[in-house]
């Protein structure tokens, strides 16, 4: 006989990461950031692997002040997580449980479902449009008594495309003043276009929004997990008790600050692989592949019943991509050399 688990537990699918790649091949299955940290970021890390024998700072006075500052923000607003995902998980505790209901777009970010089912509460799925994106419009029309949550994944992940300032702001004007809506943007150091939202700009005129961001994707940290989230100083302090205590090392903490201190020279990484989207996008479109508009570091092939095909094929070739069952596949933008591999089996197909 083992342990009695909660019923849920059988529902609750694991999530899956990103496969690795052989050696010699190309990992284009998890939005990694193509590049080895900074010197200035090591040698923080460096530094910060000596006081590995003490426990860290567990509000990160040092990183929320120095975020707060960034952004200029008051710091009561910034709350630092193990990571966006785990930020995620905090919101989610913080605002439903038994009986409510928390919407998401979908397919999206994988953790959502996980997230809602693990605290209790119940998942609402909005298909994405003909055009792989959030309908925003679908989202506020499901809302109900028991919402307590909305999340708009922008960009959203799998698929790159964008919610757009009027979107958000006509959903923010479509439901109740009491749900929170989570702009979750892990990738909007990425966005280059003029009409997506930003979440910082809607905070001060809309205090039931809340914005997510990390320092896994443009900063390069995927493996210290580290990223924030910025909302009304009640919210904050709510996500502040859902957290889990000492949740961000020492390591992760002082080389987000060294990253911060070093996001010029970081965003000409982050201007770089933009570059090589649209490259990688426009051959594509050019070979025939109807794609959408990609904004995250990340292309979206809408394979269909062809996917596992087609993974199967770049696999073959040293190229691991992430494969989502009978609907697409999302591919990493990386360096040139791995691109150039993807873009080459891929116009051939």
């Not at 990461?17 to 090591?42: F, I, T, W």
């Not at 790159?160 to 004007?173: D, I, K």
Request: with cysteine; glycine share 6%.
């Amino acid at each position: 006989m083992t342990a009695r688990q909660r019923p849920v537990m059988a529902h609750i699918p694991t999530y899956k990461a990103g496969q690795r790649a052989d050696p010699g091949g190309h990992k284009l299955s998890s939005n990694e950031n193509p590049y080895e940290p900074l010197p200035s970021v090591l040698e923080a890390v460096a530094a910060a692997a000596g006081q590995m024998n003490r426990y860290p700072d567990p509000h990160s006075t040092d990183l929320v002040n120095a975020l707060a500052e960034r952004f200029d923000r008051d710091p009561a607003e910034v709350v630092v997580g193990c990571g966006s995902v785990a930020i995620c998980e905090q919101v989610v505790s913080a605002v439903a449980g038994h009986g409510d209901e928390v919407i998401f777009p979908w397919p999206s970010f994988e953790a959502y479902p996980i997230i809602t089912a693990v605290a209790g509460a119940t998942a609402v799925r909005i298909p994405l449009d003909a055009h792989h994106r959030q309908d925003l419009r679908a989202a506020a029309a499901a809302v109900t008594e028991a919402t307590r949550c909305i999340f708009v994944c922008t960009p959203n992940n799998p698929t790159g495309t964008v919610a757009t300032t009027a979107e958000v702001e006509r959903l923010l004007a479509d439901v109740p003043n009491d749900v929170l809506v989570v702009i979750d943007e892990a990738y909007a150091e990425f966005v280059d276009d003029p009409a997506a939202v930003d979440g910082l700009d809607l905070l001060d005129r809309y205090p039931n929004v809340a914005v997510l961001r990390t320092f896994s994707k443009a900063y390069g940290l995927a493996g210290l997990r580290v990223g924030y989230a910025i909302a009304g100083p009640e919210m904050a302090a709510a996500l502040r008790k859902t957290s889990i205590p000492f949740g961000v090392s020492v390591i992760a903490h002082d080389a987000a600050i060294a990253s911060l201190a070093a996001e010029s020279e970081l965003l000409e990484r982050v201007a770089f692989l933009r570059t090589e989207r649209r490259r990688v996008h426009d051959t594509l479109r050019a070979a025939g592949w109807d794609i959408p508009d990609s904004q995250g570091n990340f292309v979206w092939l809408p394979t269909g019943e062809d996917t596992a095909g087609i993974a199967s094929v770049l696999a073959e070739a040293g190229i691991v991509v992430r494969a989502f069952p009978g609907l697409g596949i999302r591919a990493t933008v990386a360096n040139e050399e791995a691109n150039d591999a993807l873009v080459r089996i891929l116009t051939n197909l």
